[in-house]
């Protein structure tokens, strides 16, 4: 079993700055993507930032040139700088992992950290 936690969570400004860690840990045998998702009340579970094995990184449009998302492998963690918050930020959000424990890959999420932005 797998399991990811996750903290950096809180109340911001808009225009602040949050930074969110999100550690793997278990039977892990390598991890092909870590990343973030986000969900606000009222809207569906959509995809933040993710980061593969290989570096390469996906974010959505609404949070480009504002976050930053990296991985320390050694540490299996995964990372997403949050700056110039903005109130449509505001969400619950998930690190998601997708683990190869054995030789089967599976997808692993974190409880959820909530982030607030205030106007």
């Known amino acids: 079993q797998v399991q990811l936690v996750e903290s950096g969570g809180g109340l911001v400004q808009a225009g602040g700055s949050l930074r969110l860690s999100c550690a793997a840990s278990?039977?892990?045998?390598?991890?092909?993507?870590m990343g973030w998702y986000r969900q606000a009340p009222g809207k569906q579970r959509e995809l933040v930032a993710a980061?593969?094995?290989?570096?390469?990184?996906n974010y959505a449009d609404s949070v480009k040139g504002r976050f930053t998302v990296s991985r320390d492998n050694a540490k299996n963690t995964v990372y997403l700088q949050m700056n110039s918050l903005k109130p449509e930020d505001s969400a619950v959000y998930y690190c998601?992992?997708?683990?190869?424990?054995?030789?089967?890959?599976?997808?692993?999420w974190g409880q959820g950290t909530q982030v607030t932005v205030s106007s």
């Open positions: 980061i593969l094995s290989g570096g390469r990184t």
């Open positions: 278990g039977r892990i045998r390598s991890i092909n993507a």
């Open positions: 998601n992992s997708r683990v190869v424990t054995y030789i089967i890959e599976h997808e692993y």
